[in-house]
C-alpha cells in the first residue's frame, strides 16, 4: 500500500520533466551540439551588435546632412561653415580633406589642374567615409551565407545518431528516435533564426548607406563648386528664413452714386 501511494506522489513530478526538451536535445547532442549552438549564438550577438551600432551610426550622418543642408551654406566661407560642423564628423571631414587639397596645390611643382587635384582628393575622402560605414556588414553577409550550413551540420549529426539508436535497438521506437530527431530540427531552426536577422539587417544597413552616400557625393560635389569657383558657386541655404509679407490688396473705391 504505501509503495503504491509513493508510486502515485511521484508520477505528477515525473510528468512535469520534459525529456525532449530544448536543453535536453543539447546535452543528448553532447560536444557537437553545443559547439553548434555556441557558434550560432556567437554570430546572433554579433549580428544585433553590428546592426544597432552601425544604425547609431548612421543616424548620426543623417543628423549631419540635416544641419548641414539647414546652416552650412549660409557662411561666408568654408572655413567658418567648417566650424559649425562637429569635429571629426562626415561631412567636416570632406570639408577639411577639400581645403587642404586647395593648400596643397598652390604647394605642387608639377602643374596639375586645379579642378583634378580637387575632385581626386574629395574622391578619397568620400571613399574613406563610405568604407568606414561599410565595416561589419560583410560579416553579416558571412552569417546569412554560412549559418544555415552550421545548423544543417547539427542537423546531420541528429539524424546520424537517431540511425544509430534505431540499428542499435533493432526497431525504429519513437523513445529511442526522439532525442537525436528533436535535436536535429532544433539545430535546423537555430541556423535559420540566425541566418533571417543577418540578412534582413545586411540589407537594411546597404540601403541606408547609398542614401547616405549619394547625399556625401552631393555634398562634395557642393564643395568643389565652391573651391573651383572661388565662392562664386554654392547651392542656397535651406535654412528657414522669415516669410514675405503678403502683398496688399489693391482696393479700389467705389463710384460715388
Excluded at 147 to 171: C, D, E, M, N, W
Excluded at 189 to 218: H, T, W
Aim: avoid cysteine; charge should be positive; aromatic fraction near 8%.
Amino acid at each position: 500500500m504505501l509503495t503504491t501511494i509513493l508510486a502515485a506522489g511521484a508520477a505528477p513530478a515525473a510528468a512535469g520533466n520534459n525529456p525532449y526538451g530544448f536543453w535536453e536535445a543539447l546535452q543528448q547532442g553532447g560536444v557537437i551540439a553545443w559547439s553548434v549552438f555556441s557558434i550560432l549564438a556567437f554570430m546572433s550577438i554579433v549580428s544585433f551588435y553590428i546592426l544597432f551600432t552601425k544604425l547609431f551610426e548612421q543616424q548620426k550622418i543623417i543628423n549631419q546632412s540635416k544641419r548641414v543642408r539647414a546652416n552650412f551654406w549660409s557662411a561666408n566661407s568654408l572655413r567658418e561653415g567648417a566650424a559649425k560642423l562637429e569635429k571629426n564628423s562626415a561631412y567636416r571631414q570632406i570639408v577639411d580633406d577639400g581645403l587642404q587639397a586647395q593648400d596643397q596645390h598652390a604647394q605642387l611643382t608639377d602643374p596639375v589642374e586645379a579642378h583634378d587635384w580637387l575632385h581626386g582628393s574629395l574622391a578619397r575622402s568620400e571613399a574613406s567615409i563610405n568604407s568606414k560605414l561599410g565595416g561589419g556588414l560583410a560579416f553579416l553577409a558571412t552569417v546569412g551565407a554560412t549559418s544555415p550550413f552550421i545548423g544543417l551540420f547539427g542537423t546531420v549529426i541528429g539524424i546520424y545518431r537517431a540511425l544509430i539508436k534505431i540499428g542499435a535497438a533493432g526497431q525504429a521506437s519513437i523513445d529511442a528516435v526522439a532525442g537525436p530527431v528533436g535535436e536535429a530540427l532544433i539545430m535546423t531552426a537555430l541556423g535559420l533564426a540566425v541566418a533571417v536577422p543577418a540578412v534582413l539587417a545586411y540589407n537594411f544597413l546597404q540601403r541606408r548607406n547609398k542614401s547616405i552616400a549619394e547625399d556625401l557625393s552631393a555634398f562634395s560635389n557642393d564643395v568643389l563648386g565652391f573651391l573651383a569657383s572661388n565662392g562664386a558657386v554654392r547651392p542656397v541655404s535651406t535654412a528657414r528664413k522669415p516669410a514675405a509679407k503678403p502683398a496688399a490688396a489693391a482696393t479700389t473705391a467705389a463710384p460715388a452714386r
